[in-house]
């Protein structure tokens, strides 16, 4: 494992408890930043952080990504646990159901834009503030390769990471001169829990478009997360990081 440096870095990782985030959140704390987990499943992040804790420094908080007041909760939680926030990783999301799109409840099709696209506004607004105050941070956002090329059957999801590019760049442009980089991550399937969501057709298809012929690790995804958290990662902002393995073509 190359070394990162992320000594006394602040760091808050969404949907930390398991896959991606869990992925992200141990390579952070490998790194020397402490870390705290957001996320709604409180048994899974309590272990994740009783895991985590005997590498490096963890804390918790159970947040509803969907709701202002129960982010803007967490935020002033961690701010008083940690004393800052360096770092926000923008990763709790869900796949939905796989369906054409006229076919897709609304009440369906709306729950994965809330928690996938929504979800990241209200943590990036809720964290900004502190950030700027503090004159630095990083902020990785976790989009995926059908927010460029839009999957067939999930458009609620394709959709809702198309947005989170776009606040990407948006949110870059904003911060760029106040030493706040703001940048994405578009995997292609990683091999997580998520996959269960998703029927095998869509699983094959998925793996089909990929020229390596095989899924993503989430050691990966942590890796590339962990360097966008870095001071290293220092001209580089709105800018969208694919995680293919060859798929991306654009």
């Known amino acids: 494992m190359n070394q990162i440096d992320l000594k006394n870095r602040r760091a808050v990782v969404t949907g930390g408890a398991r896959g991606i985030g869990y992925a992200i959140a141990t390579r952070l704390v490998q790194s ?6 957001w996320d709604l499943d409180v048994d899974a992040m309590a272990e994740a952080a009783l895991e985590l804790s005997t590498i490096g420094r963890v804390h918790v908080s159970q947040v509803d990504v969907t709701s202002e007041e129960s982010v803007n909760e967490a935020t002033a ?21 796989t369906a054409k799109m006229w076919e897709l409840p609304v009440a369906e099709w709306r729950k994965v834009v809330e928690i996938d696209l929504i979800g990241p506004y209200l943590c990036c607004r809720a964290v900004v503030p502190m950030m700027l105050k503090s004159g630095y941070g990083r902020i990785v956002n976790i989009a995926s390769i059908a927010g460029k090329e839009g999957n067939p059957n999930a458009s609620h999801y394709s959709a809702a990471k198309a947005g989170v590019i776009a606040l990407t760049k948006s949110l870059g442009k904003e911060l760029a001169t106040s030493n706040i980089l703001v940048n994405c ?19 094959d298809y998925m793996l089909s478009k990929i020229p390596m012929g095989r899924f993503g690790q989430v050691q990966e995804a942590g890796a590339l997360a962990a360097w966008l958290s870095s ?12 995680l293919s393995g060859g798929r991306a073509t654009y």
């Open 185 to 203: 991550i578009t995997p292609a399937v990683i091999e997580t829990d998520i996959l269960k969501q998703v029927g095998q057709a869509h699983i």
């Open 231 to 242: 001071e290293d990662c220092s001209f580089t902002t709105g800018s969208v990081f694919d």
């Open 32 to 37: 020397g930043a402490t870390v705290s987990l």
């Open 77 to 97: 939680k961690t701010m008083d646990a940690l004393g800052g926030i360096d770092i926000l990783v923008n990763n709790a999301g869900i796949a939905g159901s």
